[in-house]
């Protein structure tokens, strides 16, 4: 077999990917990228439409330096592509007074995303029950809702994002290649070699972006890493309804409309002459894998989300589903991403392992982790997302 020595080797081209492709791309870097299928693909987890983006990451504010930054980076993307990629329609954050909030291992997801915007200075708003109602009458409110309005927050759409920067890396000479799956990364006197269906690899540095493959090409993450089936459901507006979804009108929203773990969804505007729009839950009881996922969504399952989530909650939302998808979740315990090498492999960087919130922070993950591989140094950015993280890891 045929051995090649690039700089850095990419392995995934998803989210994750494709941005540290393309950083390292623009810094001079000789990289190869290598993904089993042609990106962007619905295999993995980065397919679907529309992505939520937000500033303040209610997650922790470990995460808002790399929001931020992706911001500015997607900005840059779109004036150096023309592609619209970042909308910012505006985001609500809904919960019940003293209910809690549970989300992405935060207890009090809502406190936490006012706590990041106050301590970054993100431009927000806090609203009451009687003024969510008057801005955005479809939602169906109790009363007693409290939110957190931010202006910038909105959608990112994530394959024009993937096929943007993967566009952008072959313009600045990176070498990628589509349809090679890598079948091993293993270490040989202190050096990764990876081995495709094609080629052995000894590059300079190798970063894994295999997203819910990871498991499977590095055992050391095997107990580490969950993934999980999660569903994207579509559904229509009634033709008679007066409430428009239209991006104009209505925001991305995540709405914890109950006290329990699973009483929240989320959901975004219309986006096209569909008349659909798009929701959805999660679900952390059950792990699959990419190969034996159940990629069908059922009849029982569309009827179940709109019978739960939807009716009485958003006026004018019809049962009439238009399409739904199935996506995977890699969790980490907390939530929380893992972006670091391990212990036994200096010279390979695992970059995703995003638990479900990962998207938005593409950008600015890319960027840190070109700075990483090519100066042997970990940003501090990236300092709070170890294999072994540090125990303290709340706000
Ligand atoms: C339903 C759903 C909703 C989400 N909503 C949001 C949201 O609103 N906001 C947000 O910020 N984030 C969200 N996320 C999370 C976000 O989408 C993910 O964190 C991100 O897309 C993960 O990207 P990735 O690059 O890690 O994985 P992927 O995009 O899956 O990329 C991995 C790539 O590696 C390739 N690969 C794997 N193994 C091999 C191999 N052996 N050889 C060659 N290639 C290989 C795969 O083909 C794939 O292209 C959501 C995720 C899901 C599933």
Known sequence: MKTEYPDVLVIGLGAMGSATVYQLAKLGVKVVGIDQYTP???????????????????????????????????????????????????????????????????????GATIRAAEAFGISHQRLDATEIAARFPQFVLRGDECGYFEPGAGYLKPEECVRAQLSLARQHGADLRFGEAVRSVTHLHGKTIVESDRIRYAPGKTIIAAGPWAPQLLPDLKGTLTVRRQVLYWFKRDAVSAHSYLTKDFPIFIWHWGSGADDVFYGFPQMDDSGAIKVATEQQQFSTTPETVQRDVSVAEIAAMHA??????????????????????????????????????????????????????AAAVGEAVAQMATSGTKPEVLLPFAFNPPPVLAG
């Open 40 to 110: 962007p693909h619905t295999h993995g987890s980065t397919h679907g439409e529309t992505r939520i983006t937000r500033e303040a990451i209610g997650e922790g504010a470990r995460f808002v330096p790399l929001a931020i930054r992706s911001h500015q980076l997607w900005r840059e993307i779109e004036s150096q592509t023309g592609q619209v990629l970042l909308t910012a329609c505006g985001g609500l954050i809904l919960a019940r007074a003293g209910q809690g909030s549970a989300l992405h291992g935060q207890s009090d997801f809502l």
């Open 308 to 361: 739960r989530h939807i009716a009485g909650k958003l006026r004018g939302i019809s049962a009439h589903n238009t399409k739904a998808q199935t996506c995977l979740y890699t969790d980490t315990p907390g939530a929380n991403f893992i972006i670091d090498t391990l212990p036994n492999m200096a010279d390979a960087i695992v970059i995703s392992a995003c638990s479900g919130h990962g998207f938005k922070h």
